[in-house]
């Protein structure tokens, strides 16, 4: 096999959505696995869909989930330019050779003209095919509109008998009647090419091996296929991939604003997990292994483990492999990662060591950090019954007397950490000959105002520190006195 040449070629129509990224992942991957090189071209030439900025954030998207690209727009390469409205000259010109080969013709149908067709085929209950009426125009013909400056676009000149056949890798053999294919425009009224055009001359120029796409293109490969022979050019091998699915029923779909890789990022996931349940969306290794860097993926990585099935994105499973990567994280890298969302909580200068213990472990995702830790910054609202505590065996009105003592042991220790706050409560606790939730409830709930938190009551202590501790319990006891009178 001659080096392997694979590309992704997004629109820059917005954010870089699942989809794009799973065939620009798997195109990667194959790329690496054999040593081969992956390229990022640019398909901009439907001027109207284009957002502003959508391109950069395409190469910071792929730079960031580590899929770096050998050739592309803002890295160069032998094959660029490699966007696409960058490349009109070339287009124009391989449209011109297609008519000269009688691959394609010119056609100055108006849009009234044409819809007048397609409202009547349809009137007869026909599906709309062009019916080739341009490609009797004679030359003289031709030249004399051409000459008036009339307006036209190319056309592609498919054969109406026989039948076009090619091998998927995924899908098998794709057989299409000529007849089924329409004369779709290669080169609009612009002189900008379509997808049918530019998508066979930049793979071909820019030497692309194996093409990698979505299987929305599984049945018009034939129509590329009869221009690679038109111009003499080898047909590239097809790889297909399966639809991402939402639901049984719907399509994940950036249209439909489903999330991106930006919105995912943005949620707290984090983009190892990211990238390693999207290399699952219709793909298996045929292993139980569900976990995989990018070079254990490379490593594992092959297309007999591609599916045609529709992959059903589902975002509970994210969530679970999110969790793994969380808790996998050494601390000191959580702590990293987690830093915007601590800023956001409004705990970064607190201990934050101490805070990765209580919470790593028990995240799914990096966004509940701001919830969980909110309580530390503000103290919630909260009632008497929250004191009440079967199994600790308390109540608010037993509460109070455990919440003064506490008050005066936690006043009288100098240095605040987790060993020497736990040390005076449990003194507290062998004083009061009570059972150790007996004092350990009440404080918490006094310096917390919540039923469940991170950490217990030394942990959160040791966080807030001597004189916020004091203060919180000086107004939970004021609280409660007021309330039993
Ligand atoms: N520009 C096309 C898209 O975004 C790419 C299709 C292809 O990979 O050839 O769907």
Redesign the pocket.
């Known amino acids: 096999m001659s080096q392997v040449r694979t590309r992704?070629?997004?629109?820059p129509t917005g954010y870089l959505h699942i989809g794009?990224l799973r065939?620009a992942l798997y195109a990667w991957l194959f790329a690496r696995k054999h040593g081969g090189r992956f390229i990022l071209r640019i398909?901009d030439t439907d001027v109207a869909r284009e957002v502003p900025g959508a391109k950069e954030i395409i190469y910071s998207t792929l730079r960031e989930a580590g899929l770096y690209y050998d050739e592309g727009p803002d890295v160069g390469g032998e094959y660029g330019p490699y966007i696409q409205s960058e490349r009109r000259e070339i287009y124009k010109k391989y449209a011109e050779e297609l008519i000269r080969r009688g691959a394609a013709y010119r056609c100055f149908c108006t849009k009234e003209q044409l819809a007048e067709a397609r409202a009547a085929a349809e009137a007869r209950g026909e599906t709309y095919t062009y019916d080739k009426r341009c490609l009797r125009l004679s030359e003289a013909e031709i030249q004399r509109r051409l000459d008036a400056g009339e307006p036209y676009v190319i056309r592609q000149n498919i054969p109406t008998e026989g039948e076009t056949t090619y091998t998927d890798l995924v899908f098998g053999d794709i057989t299409v009647p000529n007849a089924d294919l329409d004369d779709n425009v290669l080169l609009k009224a612009d002189g900008l090419p379509t997808?049918n055009l530019a998508?066979v001359i930049d793979d071909h120029l820019m030497g692309i091996t194996h093409?990698i796409?979505?299987v929305e293109?599984l049945s018009s490969t034939p129509k590329y296929n009869h221009l690679y022979r038109a111009l003499g050019w080898e047909i590239p091998t097809y790889i297909h991939l399966p639809v991402v699915m939402k639901d049984k029923q719907r399509k994940l779909s950036k249209r439909h604003g489903d999330a991106s890789y930006d919105d995912f990022i943005k949620k707290g996931y984090l983009k190892e997990a990211l990238i390693n349940y999207i290399a699952l969306l219709g793909w298996s290794p045929g292993t139980e292994q569900e976990i995989f860097s990018l070079d254990e993926l490379i490593e594992a990585f092959s297309l007999e483990g591609l599916s045609k099935s529709p992959a059903i994105f589902d975002v509970e499973k994210l969530t679970w492999m999110n969790a793994q990567y969380i808790r996998a994280l050494p601390k000191e890298e959580f702590i990293s990662r987690a830093m915007p969302y601590f800023k956001e909580a409004g705990v970064a200068h607190m201990d934050l060591n101490l805070i990765a213990e209580l919470i790593q472990p028990r995240l799914e995702r990096l966004d509940e950090i701001p919830p969980k830790l909110a309580f530390l910054t503000e103290m919630p609202a909260f009632g008497p019954e929250l004191y009440a505590h079967k199994r600790s065996g308390t109540d608010a009105a037993k509460a109070l007397p455990v919440l003064k003592e506490a008050r005066a042991a936690l006043a009288e220790l100098d240095e605040y950490t987790v060993d020497s706050l736990k040390a005076a409560l449990n003194a507290l606790v062998e004083k009061l000959g009570v059972k150790t939730g007996f004092v350990y409830w009440p404080v918490r709930i006094a310096i917390s105002g919540l039923e469940v938190t991170p950490g217990g009551p030394a942990e959160i202590a040791c966080l807030l520190g001597k004189a916020e501790t004091l203060s919180r319990l000086d107004t939970s006891i004021a609280e409660l006195e007021k309330q039993q009178g």
């Open positions: 992704v070629a997004p629109s794009g065939t398909e997808y998508n093409v796409r979505g293109y």
